[in-house]
Structure formats: C-alpha cells, structure tokens
C-alpha cells in the first residue's frame, strides 16, 4: 500500500496553466480507469474534482482536466484563478479492494 | 441537502478504544458504498476502510486490520467505524466519504472528526 507519487509543491500565475502529476505502477494508477484528483482548502474537507482519470463532476469548472498515460496521471489547471490554490490529492484503485493516495500538492498562485 | 456529518472523536489514550459515527441526510444511504479515510496532522489522505452498500463486504488497510471494524445501520442512516487498540500513528482527522458507483471515488465528504491517541 506505498503512496502515489507528486511532487511537493507547483505553482502559476493567474491565467497560466499548471499540470500536477501522480507517479504510480501497474497494480495502481497503470492498471485501473480509477483514478481521481482532490482538492483540500486548509481546513476543509477534499472536494472531487476529477473522476475515472479525465471525468469533472457537474459544478467542476472545465478549467480542470484530468489525463492518464502508462503509469503517470496528471491534473491540469487552465487559466489558474486565485481560488485554486489549494493541496490537490490523487487517488487510485490499487486492486484487492484498496485504495491509494498520493502525498498531495500544495499549489500556489503567484 | 445532501450532507455528510461525523462525531466521536477526541482524546484516547493508546490501547483504548472508541466509536466513530458518520450520519446521512438527503441522499438514499442504502444505495450507496461508504468509506472512512484518515489525515493525520499536517499530512496526506489515507484510506481506510470500505463497506459495501448492503453490507455484504468490507475491507480494510493493512494497518488497522483486526483493530477497526466498519459497519453500517441502514435504518439510522449512519456509518460506524469501531477503533480498539489504538496506537498514537492513528491520530488523524476521520472523514466519512460517499462512493458512487463502486467506482472508487467520493463525490460527498463530511467535515471529519478529530481522533488524538495519546497517553
């Protein structure tokens, strides 16, 4: 049950794009369709944002997207808004009925 | 609206055990899967348990198997997590968490519960 891998931190500029990535093997996030992003304010609860590698629930803005290749999903934000900034978790089916997180993503808006 | 809301946490001392609880509203509770996932202090979320929308199975991590038992009462509308033989690593944040679909992903969070194990 090892943790997914992001990086620490990301950053951007109001309207730039960032992409975070989620390192994992093929008994997880290379194995599975089941991968999803997080997103955490300081205090709060996570809140879904993508689902099934590259699907946003409804009230998601499209400004988030979600993609998977091999063993590696990544989240990108467009046009990054002040709001955004937040810890962003992945998570994925890692088989045997078990779930992994990644260690989260601090993102920053400059 | 459809909400989530847990209670039971506080302090414990290692080896004790407690009940948390996790109440549902505005959503059919017995259609849907529901985990528990933990966050300890200043770290990353961690997955701890499952039970299926009936019941018939749960699974758990690796660390709190044989310690934790998740279970559900559909006529409540609420999910239990029953922790014995805590150690200080299980001091987190508990969230209770909506799956849809079996899917693996939590569409619906509560606001979590503190548990801090310590002597």
């Known amino acids: 049950q090892s943790a997914l891998t992001q990086p620490p931190s990301a950053s951007g500029s109001p309207g730039q794009s960032v992409t975070i990535s989620c390192t994992g093997t093929?008994?997880?996030?290379?194995?599975?369709?089941?991968v999803s992003w997080y997103q955490q304010h300081p205090g709060k609860a996570p809140k879904l944002m993508i689902y099934?590698?590259?699907k946003r629930p409804s009230g998601v803005p499209d400004r988030f997207s979600g993609s998977k290749s091999g063993h590696t999903a990544s989240l990108t934000v467009s046009g990054l808004q002040a709001e955004d900034e937040a810890d962003y978790y992945c998570?994925?089916?890692?088989?045997?009925?078990?779930?992994?997180f990644g260690g989260g993503t601090k993102l920053t808006v400059l | 609206q459809m909400q989530l809301v847990e209670s039971g946490g506080g302090v414990v001392q290692p080896g004790r055990s407690l009940r948390l609880s996790c109440a549902a509203s505005?959503?059919?509770?017995?259609?849907?899967?529901m985990h528990w996932v933990r966050q300890a202090p200043g770290k990353g979320l961690e997955w701890v348990a499952v039970?299926?929308?009936?019941?018939?199975?749960?699974y758990y991590r690796d660390s709190v198997k044989g310690r934790f038992t998740i279970s559900r009462d559909t006529s409540k509308n609420t999910l239990y997590l029953q922790m014995s033989s805590l150690r200080a690593e299980d001091t987190a944040v508990y969230y209770c968490?909506?799956?849809?679909?079996?899917?693996?992903?939590?569409?619906?969070w509560g606001r979590g519960t503190l548990v801090t194990v310590s002597s």
């Open positions: 968490a909506r799956d849809t679909e079996g899917s693996w992903y939590f569409d619906l």
């Open positions: 505005g959503f059919a509770f017995s259609n849907y899967g």
């Open positions: 039970i299926w929308y009936d019941g018939s199975y749960k």
């Open positions: 093929s008994s997880d996030v290379g194995g599975y369709k089941y």
């Open positions: 099934e590698v590259n």
């Open positions: 998570s994925s089916y890692a088989g045997s009925n078990n779930l992994v």
